[in-house]
């Protein structure tokens, strides 16, 4: 049978952000995929770049607007680390029970969005309406339910009171309860299973040879989480687990989130139970870093998430690359997709949970020598107006 | 079975969704919404002109003579905010010495005049 090409964005009624799929077929089996990526490339990096070290984080949370936490934290963490500053224990369980409550969050409106592709949409409304106390508790604690702005170098901005903590301790049983019931729905629920099972399959190897991580690696049997082979916060602190399936496919993918949903529960439970006391932030924070470079690792909702950061003295970051986990992940569902249903490729793409817009990065390569490189913010301007002759603010 | 059960106990629980006009939602103290001056307070020392994320915040002439911890100082600058381009971030309220820049628990909206200031 001849191959077909059917085309899929990047403007798409499937799709929340821009992505081209090129999808060759064989009748319903696909035969290969084609990626095109980068539609949405903002310049955040050299943005970043341009920004002190007290203007960045506001810009580095909207990196993504679900791990936004998880941005701001693994560079403040690179850039202490630099400094050689040593964070106030209070100040680091405020920051593990913020990042945990994202997980939460983040897994809650994952598990919504792959029901909604398979049809499923009273799972959806079940755990989008479970999120919510999720977000009331951060929103609660920081201010905001999708930027809570609460890392800044050496601590957190606020502290939490006693009726927050309460508040937060009110909820959780809740959301054990709730937990409990995904984790019993995984595998008994038809839909779920007949959906779910076999599909985008991938084993260890494969993970391996294409760099992937995250949950999406966790469930192909690969004992790998940040928290635990490279502890940052208080993760070695708390006890926890780090949860891994062995069928690799998108039901294994949804069986370790909904593992990670309640293993999070218990980080947050045990951090808020075990708050200790003292200052959030060291008294008086440097401003500017010395001579250094690092590579900030943080297991962020979807993976392993790294920041390399070179400082040159100043207070602002000489160098900031961003490595979004969706960017490690996206070759792997290439590989998912081979000899699968088209009707099944939402749910492929969504198992990996992905996130375009935080993934566009941009190397500026010249044709004649090619040798590649980075361009300044001005020069990154410069090249935009003239390209698009229009008026873009610095 | 499970969705039959939460069928079944939704059928007997109150909405979940919060019944407005008749009920509001709950503000938590940690709010930032719109910003606002207080004067009185303000020592012009532009902190905030320079930790704004978006630089919404310019310093204008506004003379006066200020009380800062017992002494009495003779203001030069005041902040003025551009509304709608404040991303509400708190960072001005966080690095103010006097708490005179802080966010209210009011909505601040939006609208597409970009130059509307608060002063």
Redesign the interface.
């Given at each position: 049978m001849a191959e077909v090409m059917v085309p899929i964005g990047p403007q798409h009624p499937a799709l929340k952000e821009p992505v081209n799929f090129r999808i060759y077929v064989e009748g319903e089996k696909i035969v290969r995929l084609e990626l095109d990526l980068s539609y949405n490339h903002r310049g955040i990096e050299k943005a970043a770049e341009e920004?002190n070290f007290?203007?960045?984080?506001?810009?580095l949370e909207r990196v993504c607007g679900i791990c936004s936490h998880s941005h701001a934290t693994a560079f403040v963490k690179g850039i202490e680390e630099i400094m050689g500053l040593e964070v106030p224990a209070r100040g680091q369980y405020i920051r593990t029970i913020i990042a945990e409550l994202e997980r939460m969050h983040s897994h809650l409106l994952w598990l919504g969005v792959a029901a909604h592709e398979i049809g499923f949409n009273?799972l959806l409304m079940?755990t989008w309406?479970d999120r919510?106390a999720v977000l009331d508790t951060l929103?609660?604690?920081?201010?905001?339910r999708v930027?809570y702005?609460m890392n800044?170098i050496g601590g957190v901005?606020?502290d939490l009171s006693e009726k927050q903590v309460e508040a937060a301790q009110q909820r959780l049983p809740v959301l054990e309860e709730r937990i409990a019931?995904y984790v019993?729905?995984v595998s008994?629920?038809e839909t779920m299973l007949l959906r779910f099972r076999g599909v985008g399959k991938l084993s260890k190897e494969e993970i391996l040879k294409y760099g992937t991580v995250g949950p999406t690696a966790r469930a192909s049997g690969v004992d790998y989480d940040v928290r635990r082979d490279d502890p940052y916060l208080v993760y070695d602190e708390v006890p926890w687990n780090v949860v891994t399936d062995s069928s690799g496919d998108v039901y294994g993918r949804t069986k370790v989130r909904i593992g990670e949903l309640s293993e999070s529960l218990k980080i947050v439970r045990h951090c808020i139970e075990n708050l200790p006391g003292g200052p959030i932030r060291v008294t008086s924070a440097p401003k500017a870093a010395p001579k250094g470079e690092i590579l900030s690792r943080y297991e962020a909702p979807r993976g392993e998430l790294a920041h390399f950061i070179r400082t040159n003295g100043t207070d602002k970051a000489d160098r900031l690359d961003i490595r979004t986990p969706t960017l490690a992940n996206w070759t792997s569902v290439a590989k998912a997709l081979v000899n699968q249903n088209l009707a099944d490729i939402p749910v492929i793409v969504a198992a990996i949970d992905p996130c375009l817009s935080c993934t566009s990065r941009m190397t500026v390569i010249d044709t004649g020598t090619m040798a590649q490189g980075s361009i300044s913010w001005e020069e990154l301007v410069r090249k935009c107006r003239a390209r698009y002759g229009t008026e873009v603010q610095p | 079975m499970s969705v039959i059960r939460e069928m079944l106990r939704n059928l007997v629980t109150k909405p979940f969704t919060i019944l407005y006009p008749y009920e509001k939602a709950p503000i938590p103290c940690t709010f930032r919404g719109e910003v606002a001056i207080d004067d009185d307070k303000c020592i012009g020392c532009s902190k905030c002109s320079l930790v704004c994320p978006p630089q919404v915040i310019t310093m204008i002439d506004g003379p006066r003579e200020v009380e800062f911890k017992g002494k009495s100082l003779a203001r030069k600058k005041r902040p003025q905010v551009k509304l709608y381009k404040c991303i509400r971030c708190g960072l001005c309220e966080r690095h103010c010495p006097t708490g005179a820049i802080h966010l209210k628990d009011t909505l601040s909206g939006c609208g597409t005049d970009k130059e509307a200031v608060i002063m």
């Open positions: 920004r007290i203007r960045v984080l506001p810009l009273t079940w309406r919510e929103e609660e604690m920081s201010g905001n930027h702005n800044e901005r606020l019931q019993d729905m008994h629920q | -």
